[in-house]
């Protein structure tokens, strides 16, 4: 024959395919996980560039910015509100919206400064607006967006290591 009437079928097979496939499971039940690690390593480094930032800006006592205020002079910060600005400075948990994670980095709570307006003490994130763009009694120090722009490669290469490091672990 010349080979025309003979027909060869071939067969291939693909062991490591299956194995391949469960370790992609394993990838895909650890997103949570993994995504997790890495936002929260990311966010962890703009928060204590942030917090540098913050200890960073001179303050006054607390009188000194009574009698600014009541002045109504610019207004220093005072000790009290930059202490509550470093203790209110925190990250929100993880959540997922439509396969997105994220983390809010913000203030939380009110400082120590108890006054008549503010009778459970001026709001952090009050304090912390009024610092990053000024208002009409404070002028304007801005601490958390050099920050960011400062450690955002920092975080992007630490997550990207997370995110490779746990990958590999599952994957190999």
Same mark, same amino acid.
Do not use: C, H
């Given at each position: 024959?010349? %080979?025309?009437?003979?027909?060869?079928? $071939?067969?291939?097979?693909?062991?490591?395919?299956?194995?391949?496939?469960?370790?992609?499971?394993? +990838?895909?039940?650890? /997103?949570?996980?993994?995504?997790?690690?890495?936002?929260? $390593?990311?966010?962890?480094?703009? &928060?204590?560039?942030?917090?540098?930032?913050?200890?960073?800006? @001179?303050? !006054?006592?607390?009188?000194?910015?009574?009698?600014?205020?009541?002045?109504? /002079? /610019?207004? *220093? +910060? &005072?000790?009290?509100?930059?202490?509550?600005?470093?203790?209110?400075?925190?990250?929100?948990?993880? =959540?997922?919206?439509?396969?997105?994670?994220?983390?809010?980095?913000?203030?939380?709570?009110?400082?120590? +400064?108890?006054?008549?307006?503010? @009778?459970?003490?001026? @709001?952090?994130?009050?304090?912390?607006?009024?610092? =990053?763009? %000024?208002?009409?009694?404070? =002028?304007?120090? *801005?601490?958390?967006?050099?920050?960011?722009?400062?450690?955002?490669?920092?975080? =992007? !290469? $630490?997550? $990207?290591?997370?995110?490779?490091?746990? &990958?590999?672990?599952?994957?190999?």
């Amino acid at each position: 024959m010349n %080979g025309f009437g003979r027909f060869y079928m $071939a067969i291939m097979r693909f062991k490591a395919l299956k194995e391949y496939e469960l370790r992609l499971s394993k +990838l895909s039940k650890k /997103t949570r996980e993994i995504a997790g690690k890495a936002i929260y $390593a990311g966010a962890g480094i703009i &928060t204590d560039a942030i917090r540098k930032n913050i200890e960073a800006i @001179p303050s !006054q006592d607390d009188k000194a910015g009574l009698i600014a205020y009541n002045k109504k /002079t /610019t207004a *220093p +910060l &005072t000790d009290t509100a930059k202490k509550g600005l470093l203790d209110g400075l925190g990250i929100t948990p993880l =959540e997922e919206d439509n396969g997105i994670y994220n983390v809010k980095i913000g203030f939380d709570g009110y400082n120590d +400064l108890k006054t008549k307006k503010y @009778p459970k003490g001026q @709001p952090n994130v009050m304090i912390a607006r009024s610092l =990053e763009s %000024g208002s009409s009694i404070a =002028e304007k120090r *801005p601490f958390v967006r050099p920050a960011i722009n400062k450690s955002r490669k920092k975080a =992007e !290469q $630490a997550m $990207a290591d997370i995110i490779d490091r746990e &990958t590999k672990k599952i994957i190999d």
